[in-house]
Nanobody, 114 residues
């Protein structure tokens, strides 16, 4: 299993970014996919989750109404559209899947600063 995130960067408050996580090594369409984040000195926390077959979603309260998780099963990719970014969204963002064990991507840094 391999998860490769991309799309992070530096953005001003109020800006937008779209993260991507390209997956391989498992049947992507069969599994929940999740985005987590970890800020400096903080614990890793769930940001959003999307289920297979129907794509039901769950969001952390801190990002509801601003972030949207989606998936493209044809491309084995999960996305996180982040709008109206705030400084407190600054973190390393990770993609995660649980098959027979937990797998994480390498992470992508998102920095929100003026």
């Amino acid at each position: 299993v391999q998860l490769v995130e991309s799309g992070g960067g530096l953005v001003h408050p109020g800006g937008s970014l779209r993260l991507s996580c390209e997956a391989s090594g498992f049947t992507f369409s069969n599994y929940d996919m999740s985005w987590f984040r970890q800020g400096a000195g903080k614990e890793r926390e769930l940001v959003a989750r999307i289920r297979p077959i129907g794509g039901g979603t769950t969001y952390a309260d801190a990002v509801k109404g601003r972030f949207t998780i989606s998936r493209d099963d044809a491309k084995n990719t999960v996305f996180l559209q982040m709008n109206n970014l705030k400084p407190e969204d600054t973190a390393v963002y990770y993609c995660r899947v649980i098959t027979h064990r937990v797998y994480w991507g390498q992470g992508t840094q998102v920095t929100v600063s003026s």
